[in-house]
């Protein structure tokens, strides 16, 4: 099956700084790329829609400004938390789609942000 | 009341049993999945469904439409089978999913 990987798997930072998390398509082309939040024992939450070459779209609550979203190509998404608190430290997880399989997302493996 | 709900929310079996999960929606689906999330965190999509069955090894999933309800059967577990379980829908064609609570799986020896 496609595969969807997520880099880095896990990061520690301090408070203040920026993290980025690599989003990539291996082996099809992502039309459209997902970033999702879990907290500890609850579900996935969308936190933005993002097509290659257009601005993301983000979901009621979340701050475009906090989390910076680029997916300049059809194979890379980025997300990057700016100026990380404590309260932003989850697991990050994206998903893509492609043309060939539209209702179809492949997962990445996820990025667990611990900030200090 | 969520809009996808999973029941059980744990379940505790032994190596062997035969193992059902349930989803029930209230919204209009395009297409349901099953994903498989590991205690490290990383998914995999199980299935992708809009109707009937479908099965891969010793899982098979079900959908029933006109009922708003799904189920995802493992048979013959296995202690590798722990992981929690996630039902999602998805309105339309690259669209956002929506999501189920999870079921947490152990099996046992």
């Known amino acids: 099956g496609a595969v969807v990987s997520q880099h880095p798997s896990r990061v520690i930072c301090k408070s203040g700084t920026s993290v980025k998390i690599e989003c990539r398509s291996l082996?099809?082309?992502?039309?459209?790329m997902f970033w999702y939040r879990q907290f500890p024992k609850q579900s996935l939450m969308l936190m933005a829609t993002?097509?290659?070459?257009?601005?993301?779209?983000?979901e009621q609550g979340v701050e475009k400004d906090k989390f910076l979203i680029n997916h300049a190509s059809l194979t890379l998404s980025t997300l990057t938390v700016t100026s990380a608190h404590p309260e932003d430290s989850s697991f990050y997880i994206c998903?893509?789609?492609?043309?060939?399989?539209?209702?179809?997302?492949?997962f990445g493996a996820g990025t667990r942000l611990s900030v200090l | 009341k969520n809009e996808v709900e999973q029941s059980p929310q744990n379940l505790t079996a032994q190596e062997g049993e035969f193992i059902t999960i349930n989803c029930s929606y209230s919204?209009?689906?395009?297409?349901l999945h099953w994903l498989q999330q590991h205690p490290g965190g990383g998914i995999v999509s199980l299935f992708m469904?809009?109707?009937g069955k479908k099965k891969h090894g010793r899982l098979i999933a079900t959908i029933n439409i006109q009922e708003k309800h799904s189920s995802l059967h493992i048979t013959a577990s296995h202690p590798r089978d722990s992981a929690v379980y996630i039902c999602?829908?998805?309105?339309?064609?690259?669209?956002?999913?929506?999501f189920g609570t999870g079921t947490r799986l152990q099996v046992t020896l």
């Open positions: 998903s893509a789609s492609g043309l060939a399989g539209l209702n179809i997302q492949y």
């Open positions: 082996d099809f082309q992502a039309t459209t």
């Open positions: 993002s097509n290659e070459g257009s601005k993301a779209t983000y």
């Open positions: 919204v209009g689906i395009s297409a």
């Open positions: 469904l809009s109707s």
């Open positions: 999602a829908v998805g309105p339309g064609t690259a669209s956002k999913l929506t």
